[in-house]
């Protein structure tokens, strides 16, 4: 607290020297720091235009969605509830407070700011996914149906949400009209494994179990990488007695998910029946391990230790059991039988008492508490993260797959630890990579990021720090963005009296950039260019950050009408997106002949090859694309990033050969994530 305070304090008193800037280019910055992710630099900001013009709802707004990126929901809540004081009539403001409340579990709250949002733009897709989530969670399962036909109406093509259609009508306990809408997704779209996989489970819990069985086979061949497939196709599998196969699912089930209780629990349970005592008990304790409430595993992990005469922890765990099951039989059973067979004879007695006791006053008891603990295969419910759980997380642009066990603990404080394959990745290019101050280092990878004519730039010691390449950037702490501003104050100053050095004007390029400011950041580096036109660091730096203005102006279009379907937009708004999208590509035209330039001064930049082979992918031009990667891998034998995307882009054109020798490739330079990747692609 006590920093972001001293960062206001300087703001304030910076902003004198910024007075040319008016509120709507500081509003623009505050933006653009918000998209790339550094939101406590995006709150200063509008605090700032807060500051000026308190009248005006939009920087409440944008501070808002800053806040809910922090986890502050209380005060995005606040700030939402002041713009729509100011303004009632922006939808954006009940959106977002819509959004904040659900994130509080104010499920009823936020489903009447979504209704709100929905009365200013009633083709919004995004507000509809929103208030049929709520609503979903507020357990108004028919108004969430009405949600959901309302949007297949307005998107018919997007198909996935059959799924989502038929897991609502479940809730309503609509079996037939559930199995229709899966029967119609997979007419629709046979490729899909969400459809085969969600009729799957309705067969299973039917006693279909030829017809479970096809269907979760149907799902795998897809490449299903929801690990509940693999679950419940083993309990079908055990039940049809083809132990080995159920054995062999659950396996795949912990390589998908290697932090997966029911999986774990599942093959404890066949291993056990199969006479694999041992294996089931290590099992068993990884179940435990994983989940420390599942008192079926804690019955059974007893149960096996008997067998195996283990008989001092089986006490232990029958006791644990007694614990929180007061009246459990079994568990005095138990240990009266391990305490007779460690010949402690008199314990044993009384433990039977004690069981005695409990079974003659057992209608007593029932009444006062009713004890089971079954331990049977338990089936995955039908828990796939589908379309809405993607689309309503509206404030983040990097969302997670239905697998992803970031937020797990590992057994390995290292991440590229132990089975990498296991860890789930999403099928995402890496970055492209920019001149920085600042870089996190991964001591793993092999990428060569030492390039002569930077090492000797640096060595001229010619601007205020030391460049680095990277396409891991560092988010600025409040004490960095404090220490940027004073350096733009400072370069300033210098410019007052030396207007003719490029240096000087590529410094401030630089520091505008940490500080989100790219418009002044590319105005300064035109300067540089225009005083040295040889200056390939300059053009590099422009192609970067113009690419990053690109990124998110692209970004604010899908998000103001990407989220409407073409045919609601007004004329206006389709002239609009019209022409943002021709200056987009304007400025990628830019963007390519900055690079071109680099490459023509420094024909050995790889860096140069590789970032346009990132733009190239974007445009769909993969064999343009796979080009420059190649010819950036010529360049550096050891480019870890670029073998990795190149193997993606074979991948995405058909040519898997060579895909996965690429990925292979890029996990020996180390990039352990793509051993995830191999692993589903070969399925």
């Not at 910055?29 to 807060?50: H, K, M, R, W």
């Not at 700011?113 to 009365?119: G, H, M, N, P, Q």
């Not at 396996?251 to 774990?264: F, H, M």
Request: hydrophobic share 35%; aromatic share 12%; with cysteine.
């Amino acid at each position: 607290m006590k920093n972001l305070l001293i960062i206001t304090f300087t703001f304030i008193c910076q902003f004198s020297v910024f007075a040319q800037w008016n509120t709507d280019r500081i509003m623009t910055i505050g933006q653009n720091a918000l998209y790339f992710e550094d939101y406590v630099l995006s709150i200063q900001y509008f605090n700032q235009v807060i500051k000026i013009k308190s009248y005006l709802p939009e920087p409440y707004i944008y501070r808002a969605i800053a806040k809910i990126e922090l986890g502050d929901y209380q005060g995005a809540d606040q700030d939402c509830s002041k713009a729509i004081e100011l303004n009632p009539f922006i939808p954006q403001a009940f959106y977002a407070r819509g959004f904040a409340r659900k994130k509080m579990s104010y499920f009823t709250e936020a489903t009447s700011d979504f209704s709100k949002a929905l009365e200013f733009s009633p083709n919004n897709l995004n507000l509809l996914l929103n208030r049929m989530d709520a609503r979903e969670k507020n357990k108004d399962f028919e108004g969430a149906l009405i949600d959901l036909d309302a949007y297949m109406k307005l998107n018919p093509k997007n198909v996935n949400m059959m799924y989502e259609k038929g897991s609502l009508q479940l809730s309503l306990n609509d079996t037939i009209a559930a199995e229709n809408t899966f029967n119609q997704f997979i007419s629709t779209d046979s490729t899909n494994s969400l459809g085969w996989s969600a009729r799957a489970l309705l067969k299973m819990q039917k006693k279909d179990l030829d017809g479970a069985l096809n269907d979760y086979n149907q799902a795998i061949k897809r490449k299903s990488t929801y690990v509940g497939d693999y679950i419940n196709r083993g309990i079908v599998n055990v039940q049809k007695k083809n132990f080995n196969q159920a054995l062999s699912d659950y396996d795949s089930g912990i390589k998908l998910d290697n932090k997966n209780a029911l999986a774990y629990y599942n093959r404890a349970l066949l291993r056990a029946n199969l006479g694999d005592n041992n294996n089931a008990l290590q099992d068993l304790k990884m179940v435990l391990q994983l989940d420390t409430t599942n008192n079926e595993a804690l019955l059974q992990k007893a149960m096996l230790e008997m067998t195996l005469g283990d008989y001092k922890n089986a006490i232990l765990d029958y006791k644990k059991i007694i614990g929180k099951f007061e009246y459990f039989i079994p568990a005095y059973q138990g240990i009266a039988e391990a305490e007779a067979a460690r010949g402690n004879q008199k314990v044993a007695f009384q433990y039977r008492q004690m069981a005695s006791n409990i079974e003659r006053n057992k209608d007593y008891i029932s009444r006062k508490s009713k004890e089971n603990i079954k331990t049977e295969n338990k089936m995955v419910d039908l828990a796939q993260e589908g379309t809405t759980g993607r689309k309503t997380n509206l404030f983040n642009r990097f969302i997670t797959q239905n697998n992803d066990d970031s937020d797990t603990d590992s057994k390995y404080s290292d991440e590229t630890r132990g089975a990498v394959q296991d860890k789930y990745t999403d099928v995402v290019n890496e970055r492209s990579f920019v001149l920085t101050y600042y870089a996190k280092n991964d001591e793993i990878r092999r990428t060569n990021v030492y390039y002569p004519t930077l090492e000797l730039y640096n060595k001229q010691k010619k601007i205020s720090s030391i460049l680095k390449i990277t396409n891991d950037e560092v988010p600025l702490t409040a004490e960095l963005i404090n220490s940027h501003f004073e350096a733009i104050n400072d370069i300033s100053t210098k410019l007052a009296t030396d207007n003719t050095n490029a240096d000087i004007y590529f410094n401030r390029a630089l520091e505008f950039a940490l500080v989100q400011d790219f418009n002044s950041a590319i105005d300064d580096l035109n300067k540089a260019i225009v005083l040295r036109p040889d200056f390939m660091l300059a053009y590099y730096c422009r192609a970067t950050i113009r690419y990053k203005l690109v990124d998110y102006v692209k970004s604010t279009m899908e998000t103001n009408s990407g989220n409407m379907i073409d045919k609601t937009l007004t004329v206006k708004e389709k002239s609009k997106k019209a022409a943002l999208e021709n200056q987009s590509m304007f400025d990628v035209e830019l963007i390519m002949r900055d690079y071109d330039k680099v490459n023509t001064l420094n024909p050995d930049f790889s860096f140069a090859y590789y970032n346009k082979a990132n733009i190239l992918c974007t445009q769909k031009d993969f064999r343009t694309a796979i080009a420059n990667y190649s010819k950036a891998i010529e360049m550096d034998h050891d480019f870890a990033e670029a073998y990795f995307n190149r193997g993606l882009t074979y991948l995405f054109i058909g040519e898997d050969t060579k895909g996965l020798a690429d990925l292979s490739k890029s996990g020996e330079l180390g990039i352990y994530k793509a051993y995830n990747l191999i692993q589903r692609f070969k399925k």
